[in-house]
DNA sequence: TTCACAGTTTAGGCAGCACTAAATAATCTT
DNA sequence: AAGATTATTTAGTGCTGCCTAAACTGTGAA
């Protein structure tokens, strides 16, 4: 599998997870920045390879082995990102843009060591779980900030949005995973939500509160 | 820079260590286990970006701009050559492989942060120098146990060959990098060598003493 | 039901990096 | 110094992954 492909699986696992049915050309070419053409020609490559299952003007949706094949990809991405927070004091804004280079070193026993030396996190940095060795993982229960309720209390687990601005301005707002958010007040006029968190109360806008999972106390 | 240009690179830059004058086209070309006229093709490239200077029919030498790159991602190597051995526990001969691909991923901060994060280490697994965050390295003063004189003694500081086999060969006769060596013996014959180290004797090959470079104490 | 349009695929090209075969330059021999 | 040999380059090709432009498919609106 060259380093094209690996991405162009990753982009259909992501895409998949998000809305159930199938992957479309053009919200493939979207995620992968690229034109539906391009994303044609790699739609038959991986269809060839028994990665994907294919039906032309129908879409896409992973075989086995292509989604076995991504979260292998998605468990170096997600260890690798936990290795430079903890081992190399990135911040939690900087990870991704390296991982996205180290998931694709291919060595089973380099990752594997990977996630020993780490003491086999469950989840990354952004809050999202890490397959173990055989792909095995659970997904964390959580709902948006957008559909908590007003008065209840919960834990910051996730973020959706892993772009470096919205994790800077957590960062700036002293949210990190962990933290215990109580829901004060949801605006509906522009779905803004008031939150408190170690004694400050802080608006979030509707962008904000889409992007930050929580779970409940 | 691609992924081939780099190798490219380093490639040249290897082959200028062995010989000081400037590098053939075939020399090059066996070196990357491919042909003279792909050879030419990247000669071109490279010289276009001014890594090299090239004129037809001469051979090539690194430029400033060229070596320092080289340079680059020969510190990359070796850095991630001492956390494979050093934290993940990978045995010498495991770790080139591995290192081959881990060069390739740019991002400088990643590179100071992981030489940090080991220590600032001087050489690699291999005895080989590891260039600063600007390049500047010492070569460890050595000679091949070839040319190592009967009656004094040594200790082992590098090896050249690091194919798997040869790494595995020392390995298994307890040689490693800081092992005292003192030469008893040497057959005009065969060119072999009679060593003693840790008490006991061991008769190695030409082709063994070549490969294992020592420094006199 | 048909037409317009959005979504998708095909056709044809381009750049990177490899290859083979052929041409050319440098070097060695005698 | 000329021919033979070797080293190097050029020419032409294939493969990957991208592109634009053009053709095609499927669907929703009239």
Redesign the pocket.
């Known amino acids: 599998m060259?380093?094209?492909?690996e991405?162009?699986l990753k982009a259909i696992y992501h895409l998949e997870n998000q809305c159930n049915n199938g992957v479309?050309?053009?919200?493939l070419?979207e995620e992968?920045?690229?034109?539906?053409?391009?994303?044609?020609?790699?739609?038959?490559?991986l269809a060839e390879k028994n990665m994907i299952s294919?039906?032309?003007?129908?879409?896409v949706s992973l075989s086995k082995s292509g989604r076995s094949y991504a979260v292998k990809v998605v468990r170096k991405h997600r260890l690798w990102e936990v290795f430079l927070l903890e081992k190399l004091n990135f911040s939690w804004d900087e990870v991704h843009d390296v991982a996205e280079q180290l998931e694709h070193i291919k060595s089973e026993k380099l990752t594997d060591k990977l996630d020993e030396f780490l003491g086999f996190p469950k989840v990354d940095p952004h809050g999202d779980p890490i397959p173990d060795k055989h792909g095995n993982f659970e997904e964390v229960d959580k709902t948006s900030l957008s559909n908590a309720t007003k008065g209840l209390t919960y834990v910051c687990v996730g973020v959706d949005d892993s772009s470096s601005d919205f994790l800077k301005y957590l960062d700036g707002n002293n949210i990190s995973l962990g933290t215990t958010i109580k829901i004060i007040h949801k605006e509906p006029f522009d779905n803004s939500v008031k939150i408190k968190f170690n004694d400050v109360e802080l608006v979030v806008s509707q962008n904000v509160a889409k992007n930050l999972f929580l779970t409940e106390v």
Chains 1, 2 share one sequence.
């Open positions: 060259t380093l094209a492909e991405n162009y479309s050309t053009n919200a070419a992968m920045r690229t034109k539906a053409s391009s994303a044609t020609d790699m739609i038959k490559k294919y039906i032309p003007y129908q879409g």
